[in-house]
C-alpha cells in the first residue's frame, strides 16, 4: 500500500524565519495531497492541498510544491508566527476512495 | 453546516471488554473514514465507508470492525480490548465528489 515519509519530525524556527516540511510517497497512481495543521487537544484542519496535475499552490503565507517525478512534496511557510506552533501532517490519497495515508507529522516551534 | 461530531469524547475501559464509538458526518457527506492517532504512529487509516459499504480498508486485526447506516453515521467496534489500543480515534467525512476530509473532534480511549 502507500507509504508516506515525512520530515523533519521537529522543526524550531524564529519567529519571521521560513518552515520547509518534506513527504515522499510510494505510489505513483496518487493523485492528491493535503496537508493538515493539528493544534494541541484539536482535530487536524485543512490547510492546504494540491492535486498532481498541478506543480504548486500558493495561499498567502503558505505554499505546496509537488514533484510527480520524484514522488515528493513540500510544505513552505514564509515569515512564521507563533500561532503557526502546531504539528503539521502531509499525507496522501490512496488507491480508492477518498481515504488518506498520512505521514508521521512535523511538530513545529515558532519562538518569538 | 454542523461540522463532523464524535460520541463519546472520552472513554475508559478495561482490557477484554468492547467499546463502540460513533460518527456523525456533515450533512450530505456519505464517506466515512476513521483513524487511530498514537503519539508513535501518528495516524492510521482504519477503514472507509462510503454509501453503508466499506470500500478501503487498513492493516488493523479483526477486532477492528465499522458500519455505516443510511443516514451516513458510522460506528466502529473494537472487541477483545488490548493496551495498546489507547489511543485518539477520529473520524472523518467527504462530500461524494470531492476530495477534502474533514476531521471529527476524536474520542480519546484509554484501555487500562
Known amino acids: 500500500g502507500e507509504n508516506v515519509e515525512q520530515h523533519p519530525s521537529t522543526l524550531s524556527v524564529q519567529e519571521g524565519d521560513s518552515a520547509v516540511i518534506k513527504c515522499t510517497y510510494s505510489d505513483s497512481a496518487s493523485n492528491y495531497f493535503p496537508w493538515y495543521k493539528q493544534e494541541l487537544g484539536k482535530r487536524p484542519q485543512l490547510i492546504i492541498d494540491?492535486?498532481?496535475?498541478?506543480g504548486e499552490k500558493k495561499d498567502q503565507r503558505i505554499a505546496v510544491t509537488l514533484n510527480k517525478t520524484a514522488k515528493h512534496f513540500s510544505l513552505h511557510i514564509t515569515e512564521t508566527q507563533p500561532e503557526d506552533s502546531a504539528v503539521y501532517f502531509c499525507?496522501?490519497?490512496?488507491?480508492?476512495?477518498?481515504?488518506?495515508?498520512f505521514g508521521k507529522g512535523t511538530s513545529l516551534l515558532v519562538t518569538p | 453546516k454542523a461540522g463532523v461530531t464524535q460520541t463519546p469524547r472520552y472513554l475508559i475501559k478495561t482490557r477484554g471488554q468492547q467499546v463502540t464509538l460513533s460518527c456523525s458526518p456533515i450533512s450530505g457527506h456519505r464517506s466515512v473514514s476513521w483513524y487511530q492517532q498514537t503519539p508513535g504512529q501518528g495516524l492510521q487509516f482504519l477503514f472507509e465507508y462510503f454509501s453503508e459499504t466499506q470500500r478501503n480498508k487498513g492493516n488493523f486485526p479483526g477486532r477492528f470492525s465499522g458500519r455505516q447506516f443510511s443516514n451516513s453515521r458510522s460506528e466502529m467496534n473494537v472487541s477483545t480490548l488490548e493496551l495498546g489500543d489507547s489511543a485518539l480515534y477520529l473520524c472523518a467525512s467527504s462530500d461524494a465528489g470531492l476530495e477534502t476530509q474533514y476531521f471529527g473532534p476524536g474520542t480519546r480511549l484509554l484501555v487500562l
Open positions: 494540491i492535486r498532481s496535475n498541478v
Open positions: 499525507a496522501a490519497r490512496r488507491n480508492s476512495g477518498y481515504a488518506l495515508n
